[in-house]
């Protein structure tokens, strides 16, 4: 077990890797010198969040307190001048939004969206009997692991469900700056009214991962929030893209139509075992929706074991490998591609 | 709030009666703040209108022209299958990034209305000051600055927070967009059995009011008008004060909380200014309207009453109170520390914390007062989504409560509609009659059973002739 110190000096920045908090954190990739392992280092630039830094603490803190192996662990956290850094293991595939963008286009093959399914309910489960609502599941918060484990991030819109040694059975507090959310979110939480919503509102946002996951985008991307809203509102139901559920034109002839949706979509079919799952999940009555522990026990989790293993699904996709950086030459080169390229942000995008 | 009901019978000369019914027919009513339907005109021989109070804006004109015709010989009494109604139209008004929705409430300065952020799809609440108004009230202007600057630096959970503010030139118009809160504690308090709450309700929503004035005071603001009706409850029961048009901001270099002016509530003042002083001690002005307040909501009474604001400050002024015989210490004790007729042997905050009732967990009740309904909507839903499925679906989409989409074809119908399909009618007249009866319900109070209306009734007397 490495220990991690609070010194700056430990931990050598190598390459950035992404944005998050809407570009108010940074994600690098850096190496811990001491031990000369890779890690993931948050910076959260404290000046540009402001007002919103008590989510800041609420992730750090509330995701020091949980230990599962499908959670995103911190190693340590510190501040630096006007940040806030976070020491993280290293999630060499990125997060499933990374997988999308930049290799699944049309969405990810069926078998790897259960694998990363069944590691996000058992994430999910720990997290509800904990007693939190994540209140932000979506690609980006799922982070793969290099042996191809999913692991869920993204804490700090979280709230939790006991509150002055309670377990309340509604919850009423409407989630603040939660905009780059908002299409994941349940109509239920959405329609901020006497009812309220439970921790059954993740399983919502569960089953729009899964359209996300399947589609390559999110139901609702792209519209207006307030339409997004009546329609979630009125009961429409996302669907996964495939030949059951596209509506075929005469003659199939795909370039004619006025959406152009690839050939590919069209012609696959998901099982109809994940389309069930994504409509029981999609409930638009919370109270039929199940809970993560009993979507576990959904027979489509037993084909995990014939199936291959995620890393070998991904590919193309290939993971930020540890060896690349190990030696120092090779560091030495990373940061001479990183000058070069200064505009690349995904070093995952290069074929090492 | 009364529903008014206006018949004009059959005139003798047909060509007179057809112009002047036209002029009438032609007006549709935009009544406000109801989700239902609302008749625009009647058959041919019978107008109806209808108006809750909040459409006095569109009434102003039509006394002009109920002048032109007698009033006196058409009153009549109409059979309510003879009403016509339009469905409300919803039409999306944005401000901003806000999408405005239905009133909340309304004040002397301006109307409270809710509204939708459309990019956060946040609920939020906004106070509308119509600057013409402002202008008339004496101080008016100035209480509004006041209350805007101080809404700005204040941030505590237990205080209502300004989210944005701004300006219509051309309607002159003041918008304060602030936090959605469901209700307030008067609304609690008028649908409670016996007006009051039960102790451990009251408990927790006193120890709130006394967190936000504990930061009020440190911040070195007076709020000078703590009642129930300035104390908001959102979705989460968290309690917010709220309305600081009154509110004091005591000089920094002031060497003590010394206030020279009094505007608050009449039935809240303290003795002190019931009395008349020149000067007194700020914070303990809110310190004696909370103890009004907590007297108010554990016995749903008033310890001062008067029938004109003379004699009340007149029973203020001697100090003089009693405290019902159920109230017991340690309760009593605290409510008589409160109500002291000195200021300044009057409880502090910090007394009034660590007091024994403050300290010890009042005894568990049977029942907790829920939020009134709003408009008959017990779940307080967002009445800006009316709004925008009118905008995105088009009009006739009418969203029920069940959240399935309903179409409604015809925006007006006719008499002859109406007996072409007499079953739609009658269920349009129950519809009706429920629609009202929630204006009516929400107004008074809750849990009421359905009673006959005013135009039902007239079902009993359909050979109503006019003499």
Redesign the interface.
């Known amino acids: 077990m490495i220990n991690y110190n609070i010194n700056i000096n430990d931990y050598k920045v190598v390459s950035p890797l992404s944005q998050c908090f809407e570009g108010k954190a940074a994600v690098y990739l850096a190496q811990h010198v001491p031990s000369g392992s890779m890690i993931a280092l948050k910076k959260f630039n404290m000046d540009a969040i402001r007002e919103d830094s008590y989510l800041v603490d609420v992730e750090i803190i509330l995701t020091r307190q949980l230990h599962h192996p499908n959670i995103l662990q911190y190693f340590i956290s510190f501040v630096q001048g006007p940040e806030v850094w976070v020491i993280s293991p290293l999630m060499a595939y990125g997060s499933c939004k990374d997988l999308l963008s930049q290799h699944f286009n049309d969405g990810l093959p069926e078998q790897a969206i259960i694998i990363i399914l069944r590691d996000l309910l058992e994430a999910l489960n720990y997290v509800h009997k904990k007693g939190f609502i994540h209140r932000a599941i979506r690609a980006s918060h799922i982070l793969i692991s290099p042996l191809g484990k999913a692991c869920l991030s993204g804490f700090r819109y979280s709230c939790p469900i006991i509150v002055n040694g309670k377990w309340q059975k509604t ?4 989630p ?4 780059p959310n ?1 299409n994941w979110l349940s109509p239920e939480l ?7 919503y439970n921790e059954k509102s993740d399983i919502y946002s569960v089953g729009m991962v899964i359209c996300e996951l399947a589609n390559g985008s999110e139901p609702f991307a792209g519209m ?4 997004m ?2 329609e979630k ?3 429409c139901i996302p669907q996964l893209l495939d030949c059951t559920t596209i509506p075929r034109e005469e003659g199939d002839d795909f370039s004619g139509g006025d959406c152009d949706i690839s050939p590919k979509i069209v012609n696959r079919r998901f099982s109809d075992d994940l389309h069930k799952i994504a409509e029981i999940c999609l409930n ?1 009555e919370s109270y039929y929706r199940p809970t993560a522990e009993q979507l576990l026990a959904d027979s489509i989790f037993k084909t995990i074991k014939k199936s291959m293993p995620l890393p070998d699904l991904l590919k193309p996709a290939l993971p930020l490998s540890d060896k690349v950086a190990y030696n120092t030459d090779d560091l030495e080169e990373l940061k001479s591609l990183n000058n070069f390229s200064s505009l690349e942000i995904y070093s995952c995008e290069w074929d090492f | 709030m009364s529903e008014n009901i206006y018949a004009v019978n059959p005139v003798e000369k047909d060509i007179e009666a057809d112009t002047e019914e036209r002029e009438l027919a032609n007006r549709i009513f935009s009544v406000e703040s109801d989700d239902g339907l609302k008749p625009i005109n009647a058959a041919e021989n019978a107008e109806i209108w209808l108006n809750d109070g909040h459409g006095t804006d569109d009434l102003d004109g039509i006394d002009d022209d109920l002048e032109t015709v007698n009033i006196g010989n058409f009153f009549h009494r109409v059979d309510s299958d003879q009403i016509i109604y339009q469905t409300k139209k919803k039409r999306l008004k944005l401000i901003g990034k806000y ?1 405005m929705g239905d009133l909340l409430g309304e004040g002397a300065y301006g109307k409270v209305k809710e509204m ?1 952020d ?6 939020r609440a906004v106070k509308i000051f119509k600057e013409k108004k402002l202008r008339r009230i004496p101080n008016g202007e100035q209480n509004v600055q006041k209350e805007i600057s101080l809404l700005r630096k204040l941030s505590h959970k237990n205080v209502i927070h300004l989210i944005d503010e701004f300006r219509d030139p051309e309607k002159q118009k003041l918008y304060l967009i602030l936090e ?1 809160c ?1 209700g307030s504690l008067q609304g609690l308090l008028d649908s409670a059995p016996g007006k009051k709450l039960p102790a451990q309700q009251a408990h927790v929503y006193f120890g709130q009011l006394l967190d936000g004035l504990e930061y009020l005071h440190g911040a070195r603001v007076v709020h000078k008008d703590i009642k129930p009706g300035n104390l908001l409850l ?3 029961q968290v309690l917010k004060i709220s309305d600081f048009g009154v509110a004091e901001s005591i000089d920094f270099f002031a060497k003590d909380d010394t206030c020279y002016i009094g505007q608050g509530s009449p039935a809240f003042q303290p003795p002190e200014i019931a009395n008349g002083a020149d000067s007194f001690p700020g914070f303990k002005v809110d310190i004696w309207s909370c103890g009004v307040t907590l007297y108010n909501i554990m016995t749903g009474k008033y310890p001062f009453e008067g029938d004109n604001i003379y004699r009340l400050f007149e029973n203020i002024g001697r100090g003089d109170f009693e405290i019902p015989d159920d109230i017991q210490d340690p309760l009593r004790d605290l409510l008589l520390g409160m109500l002291r007729k000195d200021p300044l042997e009057r409880f502090s905050l910090q007394q009034i914390r660590q007091h024994p009732w403050l300290t010890r967990k009042p005894p568990p009740s049977e029942y907790t007062v829920r ?1 009134p309904p709003l408009k008959n909507d ?5 009445t800006v ?1 009316p709004y ?2 009118d905008h ?2 088009g009009p006739g989409t009418c ?1 029920d409560e069940d ?3 309903t179409y409604e074809e015809p925006e007006y119908f006719t008499e002859r509609e109406l007996n072409a399909a007499e079953e739609s009618r009658k269920q349009l007249a129950e519809q009706f009659n429920g629609s009202s009866q929630a204006n009516r319900s929400s107004n008074s109070k809750r849990g009421k059973k359905k009673r006959p209306i005013s135009c039902m009734t007239v079902r009993t007397l359909p050979m109503c002739k006019p003499s």
Do not use: A
Request: proline residues 0%; aromatic residues 10%; hydrophobic residues 40%.
């Open positions: 919850i009423h507090s409407f603040s700056s939660t905009k908002l959405l329609e901020q009214n006497l009812v309220g207006s929030k307030t339409l809203l009546t509102v009125r009961g638009q | 999408v939708l459309s990019e956060t799809l946040c609920r959605f469901v959102t979705m989460e939020i017990e779940l307080h839903n967002m989504l925008l499925i995105y679906y969203y959240g399935n989409v």
